[in-house]
């Protein structure tokens, strides 16, 4: 199971991956393992505001539908259209299938204001081991 | 064994069970062109022995099992007093006085009661084998090339929805050409200690042919493109067979009185409230159990709820979602084009008639 050390993790198995203030989101190799096959990805539509720990989406596989949650606060400003035609790019390639992108406000050293309680690398691997 | 090859095990009625290995998807088309390999070890076992079993099960189940030769097969349902499905069976015919009746995992318990309670009077033994038997089976259009080699009985001779003893992989086994994925194929019944040899033994001489170890999630879509009713979803205590479109199991002409029959004989006659129905979605949005089915347009624009659906998946075959709904009886003729209530959006769909999918012969 693949967890790259360069993005951080959230316990609903969100990723993001920083640059700048755009913050790309998809969901993690173990989720995508869980799930099973995804057949259909609901997105939030562009322009719209997410909020971090808040649903903006859906993930729909053979067997379940799972909410799809924001990791961060800030404003959608793209989302990947080719998984409309093509969900199972989210199964092959769990981390280069990203879903939506947000603009993340910035805090006073010009950094992106994240919110507390994304996991880094290692704590995610942590958490995935105790889930079995 | 199953967790070796990368299952993701998920709990069923109690049993620890391979719900996929990698893609149920890819699992499923493997079924449908070539082969897959499934431990239904979870279903339930009953053996109903004795001069009179077949009577016994005449009374307590709907079908006419007394008449089945030996060595047939015969797909039925266990139905209570008031015509209500308790559970739909595969009952094996293997001698005089013996069958083996196969119940789904969560009813086995409530089968083997009644079986018990119905043969009262009679010289018929009631017994649960579950822990006794493995299931194995092998489905697919390559499934007779892959078992016919390591199996005792010859398969080419062997019919659709009969069963044998013989050798699997030299084990004593009761090996049947019966399925529930729509295709042709195989269920070994072996015993516990035997599964894993018999297993790596199918999966050796399978795997050049294209033969994939499936989990449940497969089965279920293969069973749902077929049209085959799945307990807790089609089949339940609040339908009769006839709802589901399987009067044809009910046999009013057998000798004796059965439990359910005038019930089931008073909704025969006064026709079903409801009927099984095929839809397929026009989006790639999937109509779950559950989901309310709509005519007339979509939510809050003056709809009208005309059904439920009770299962729904993709279908790999087709490539677009399809669903199985209990509908009222007019919507089939009136509503050609129906929508199925998603969380509150309208997915537009059609009705079809099931099932999705047939075998070529």
């Not at chain 1, 793209?78 to 790019?89: I, R, T, Y």
């Not at chain 2, 347009?297 to 005309?306: C, D, F, K, N, T």
């Amino acid at each position: 199971m693949s967890i790259p050390a360069d993005l951080r993790y959230t316990p609903e198995h969100e990723w993001v991956s920083v640059e700048g203030t755009s913050a790309s989101i998809g969901i993690t190799e173990y989720a995508a393992q869980q799930l099973g096959d995804v057949v259909y990805v609901s997105l939030p539509r562009v322009g719209a505001a997410v909020a971090a720990g808040e649903p903006c989406g859906e993930v729909e596989s053979v067997k379940s539908v799972s909410d799809l949650y924001s990791p961060v606060d800030g404003e959608v400003i793209e989302v990947n259209a080719e998984l409309e035609g093509d969900p199972s790019l989210v199964n092959a390639e769990p981390y280069t299938a990203w879903m939506f992108r947000v603009r993340v406000a910035q805090d006073g050293d010009g950094q992106p204001a994240l919110p507390p309680g994304l996991l880094s690398a290692a704590e995610y691997e942590e958490l995935t081991n105790s889930a079995g | 064994m199953h967790e070796r090859l990368g299952a993701t095990m998920t709990s069923f009625a109690g049993w620890q069970m391979p719900l996929r290995y990698a893609s149920e998807t890819a699992e499923h088309l493997a079924v449908r062109s070539a082969a897959g390999l499934f431990d239904l070890s979870h279903m339930g076992e009953i053996l109903v022995t004795g001069p009179d079993a077949g009577a016994a099960l005449d009374y307590a189940l709907v079908g006419n099992l007394g008449s089945l030769a030996p060595g047939r097969a015969r797909y039925t349902m266990i139905c209570a007093a008031d015509g209500g499905v308790l559970d739909d069976l595969v009952v094996y015919r293997q001698g005089e006085q013996e069958f083996l009746v196969i119940a789904n995992a969560a009813n086995t318990e409530t089968v083997y009661r009644s079986l018990g309670s119905r043969s009262e009077g009679l010289v018929a033994e009631v017994a649960d084998a579950t822990g006794d038997y493995a299931l194995i089976a092998v489905q697919g259009p390559a499934a007779a090339a892959i078992l016919g080699p390591l199996a005792s009985v010859d398969l080419s001779v062997m019919k659709y929805y009969t069963g044998a003893f013989g050798d699997v992989a030299g084990r004593p086994s009761w090996v049947a050409r019966t399925g529930y994925t729509g295709e042709d194929g195989f269920e070994v019944f072996c015993r516990p200690g035997d599964a894993v040899w018999i297993w790596e033994a199918l999966a050796g001489a399978g795997t050049p042919a294209g033969l994939v170890p499936a989990g449940l999630a497969a089965r279920d879509t293969l069973r749902l493109e077929a049209g085959m009713p799945l307990y807790g979803n089609e089949l339940g205590p609040d339908v009769t067979p006839f709802e589901a479109g399987l009067g044809r199991v009910v046999k009013f002409d057998k000798p004796g009185d059965f439990v359910g029959r005038e019930a089931l004989a008073a909704r025969a006659s006064e026709g079903p409230r409801v009927v099984l129905a095929g839809l397929t979605m026009q989006s790639r949005r999937i109509a779950r159990h559950g989901y309310p089915v709509l005519a007339d347009g979509g939510p809050g624009s003056g709809s009208r709820r005309v059904g439920t659906v009770t299962s729904g998946a993709p279908s790999p075959t087709l490539g677009v979602p399809i669903a199985m709904a209990y509908v009222e009886p007019g919507v089939s003729r009136d509503h050609p084009e129906l929508a199925v209530d998603i969380r509150g959006q309208a997915a537009p769909a059609d009705l079809t008639n099931l099932p999705f999918y047939r075998r070529s012969q």
